[in-house]
């Protein structure tokens, strides 16, 4: 395992040493604006247990559409209650559904509870959650996402489960 994470290492070592300094300055970039956009949404969870009261059920909220109009993110919460000043939902029991183009499933994440600014399309999922793509399975606590960035972040306990990573060649 340990010839791995060195061989694993190494490569993004060297992918780095060919990255030209516009693209380190955008990843550094985007990683800053994240971690502000995450910490802003953990204190906006916060206050949206503190302000939760009556939410409603069964509600679907559309997130994001494709270029052609047709719907490429929806959530449903079992219970839901919008912020409206702050263009904050808060949800409980949840499933975000990301479609392609035709309308299939290409990517479903499951919690119990998050919170989700409908202006910057982005989340904090305080406890656990799972995300399906394909036939990968990714769980963990603490997950911050954004839509427009296709970023996810996880926090702790992360699992990944998959049967279309293949690690040829790899001697252990």
Known sequence: MSKFILALFTAFAVLNLFAEDEFSYDLASATERFTKDEAR?????????????????????????????????DLYAGKAQFFDKDSVVWCGDVIVREYDIKGSIKMELEADACVVDRKTKSGWIKN????????????????????PEEFVKISSKVEIESSEIKFEGVQL
């Open 41 to 73: 949404l953990k204190a906006e969870y916060e206050k949206c247990i503190a302000k939760l009261h009556k939410p409603s059920e069964g509600i679907v909220v559309p997130v994001e559409n494709h270029p052609n109009g047709s719907l490429k993110v």
């Open 128 to 147: 656990y959650a799972t995300g399906r793509y394909g036939k990968t399975k990714i769980s963990g606590c603490g997950i911050y996402f954004s839509f």
